[in-house]
Structure formats: structure tokens, C-alpha cells
T-cell receptor, first 109, second 115 residues
């Protein structure tokens, strides 16, 4: 069963704007990871945040984690057309990664 | 190549036939994972291998699905008596180890279409 649920399901923004995607999960986790998928094929790992961390940055990416609310957010700043993709959160507990259904981001040039 | 490779990239088969999907993980990675992604959906975990340990088969949807990993490297996912609902993209990933902090590297997937 899928644990992570991304919100919104789809997001369309103008180039240069910021994009925020949210993820909620149900059970306790060791870490939460965000992945990007282009054209429905292989996924690329973006960032991992551990359960004892609250915020993490990587380039234009900012991830927050609130374990009390069982939620995470991914912020992409100054978006580019090349950021157009599907973004998935994946949670890791005692089992291998459990992925949500993803947010489809479209960045319009 | 340094990445995870999968073959074939596309497979079209008739209902009731068996199919084999292959995954070549990154050299030296001890953990290998299989996922299934139906159209517009997230990834569904199927099975994973860690070294010489018994595989975690908890995600396999039915006994028509099986997988093996020979010599700790190449893996084959076999679907017997395929059904139309098996149509999906099958993704393989590998990581250095199975621990939760290990990044998973994904292959490009095999798109399976069952007619």
C-alpha cells in the first residue's frame, strides 16, 4: 500500500516562480526522500531528510519535515522549464521505500 | 555504463504468455529492488534483494510473479500467465546497501503491455 500522498496532484507555474509540493504519510519513518521522474521512466534521487532533521537544502531545493504532523514539503525556487517532471516523496521505515502517487509539475516558459 | 540498465525497454505480449524482465544493477551494489508503476500512479514495491539474504517478497501481487538474482548481480523478474492488469512500467533500482540512508539508483524501466 502507498503511504506517502503528495499534494497537489498537479501544479502549473510560470518560469521563475517557486513551486511547493507537500507530502503526508501515515506511520513513523526513519527518513523521507524526494525523487523526480521525467517522462514516466527512471527516477532520480533529489534529497533525503532524516527523521531527526527539520529542514534541508540542496541547490534550489528546500525540504522540510514535520514528524508531529507526518508531513514534508519540497520547495523548488526560481523554477525553470527543465524542472517540469513528476515529483514523488518516498518514506523509509522498517521496509523498503514506499512511494506516493506524485505531483506533476509543469513549468511554463 | 555506470548506471542501472534494464531490458527490454518495451515488451508487448499476449494475455496468458510468460515474460522475463532483466535488470543489471550498478556494479558493487548489494541491494536490488523491483517496483511497478501503473499509468499515472506512484511506484508499487514488489521485491528486494540484499546480498545473500533471502529476498523480501512482501510486495509481489500474486504467485504469478517471481524474481531471482543470480550471483548477487543480474536480476530477472518473471511474470507467468500475464494478465492485462499486469501492464505497467517495471522499474529496477539498486543501492550500495539496503539501509535506509542509501540512495536508490533507478533504471529506465521496462514498459510492459499485455494485449
Amino acid at each position: 500500500s502507498q503511504q506517502g500522498e503528495e499534494d497537489p496532484q498537479a501544479l502549473s507555474i510560470q518560469e521563475g516562480e517557486n513551486a511547493t509540493m507537500n507530502c503526508s504519510y501515515k506511520t513513523s519513518i526513519n527518513n523521507l526522500q524526494w525523487y523526480r521522474q521525467n517522462s514516466g521512466r527512471g527516477l532520480v534521487h533529489l534529497i533525503l531528510i532524516r527523521s531527526n532533521e527539520r529542514e534541508k537544502h540542496s541547490g534550489r531545493l528546500r525540504v522540510t519535515l514535520d514528524t508531529s504532523k507526518k508531513s514534508s514539503s519540497l520547495l523548488i525556487t526560481a523554477s525553470r522549464a527543465a524542472d517540469t517532471a513528476s515529483y514523488f516523496c518516498a518514506t523509509r521505515g522498517n521496509t523498503p521505500l514506499v512511494f506516493g502517487k506524485g505531483t506533476r509539475l509543469s513549468v511554463i516558459a | 555504463g555506470a548506471g542501472v540498465s534494464q531490458s527490454p525497454s518495451n515488451k508487448v505480449t499476449e494475455k496468458g504468455k510468460d515474460v522475463e524482465l532483466r535488470c543489471d544493477p550498478i556494479s558493487g551494489h548489494t541491494a536490488l529492488y523491483w517496483y511497478r508503476q501503473s499509468l499515472g500512479q506512484g511506484l508499487e514495491f514488489l521485491i528486494y534483494f540484499q546480498g545473500n539474504s533471502a529476498p523480501d517478497k512482501s510486495g509481489l501481487p500474486s504467485d504469478r510473479f517471481s524474481a531471482e538474482r543470480t550471483g548477487g548481480s543480474v536480476s530477472t523478474l518473471t511474470i507467468q500467465r500475464t494478465q492485462q492488469e499486469d501492464s505497467a512500467v517495471y522499474l529496477c533500482a539498486s543501492s550500495l546497501r539496503a539501509g535506509g540512508l542509501n540512495e536508490q539508483f533507478f533504471g529506465p524501466g521496462t514498459r510492459l503491455t499485455v494485449l
